[in-house]
């Protein structure tokens, strides 16, 4: 029996990295997914994967910022599965560019990506949720959400903001038994840090700045993800959870 049996989670951003792990976690202890990314091709791979294995799974393209492809992505959960369950808003992207650097256009596309699909994937699944009696929305920060970043202005900015939507998320939707929590995590092996690991200075600098002395990896997020989308967690909302190997204990 799985931990997360009768429930249906619908992640973005699973394509690759943290998503396709929390997509492969999820669907391997009971879940029914629905996940969505830009990248068609390589989320077609990873539903696949979910079938072959003996879960349900189903994949949408999804522009996390367009307001229409919300709207559609959870009417299709809805008719295909009847419930939404669990929500991880995980799709993001990281920009690493100085405030004097930076244009307009560069701002509103991080926080498009990073804060506004945040806000659009609440908006439209928690009606969902308080129909079926409650649920659990994991929204993916960054320790940049809990900390200055030198550098990466407009990137801890947006992670900030998700971490504080979530806050107040939690203490609104709670009267409907929906929780929310955000995750941070640290220095993680994905494809989008892939470039920056190929430096092994890069490297050794990450493992200075991390106490538990390794790189996380994907399975590291997405086992923080399956303990708070799971009734384990039943008494646990509006909390930013660290995972991190020790860096924001400094």
Known sequence: MGRLDHKVAM?????????????????????????SDVQEDKLQEVVAEINRSGGEAIGFR????????????????????????????????????SFLDLTLEGWEKTMAINVNSVFLGQKYVIPHMIKSGGGSIINISSIAGLTGGSGTGPYTASKGAVRMLTKATAVDYAKHNIRANSVHPGYIETPMTTDLMKDERMTQWFLSQTPLPRLGKAEDIANAVLFLASDESSYITGVELPVDGGYYAK
């Open 62 to 97: 999804h522009d996390v910022t367009s307001e229409t492809d919300w709207i559609r992505v959870v009417d299709e959960t809805i008719d295909r599965f009847g419930q939404i369950d669990i929500l991880v808003n995980n799709a993001g992207v990281s920009n690493a560019t």
């Open 11 to 35: 992640i973005t951003g699973a394509a690759g990295g943290m998503g396709k792990a929390d997509a492969l976690l999820l669907a391997r202890e009971g879940a029914k997914v629905a996940i």
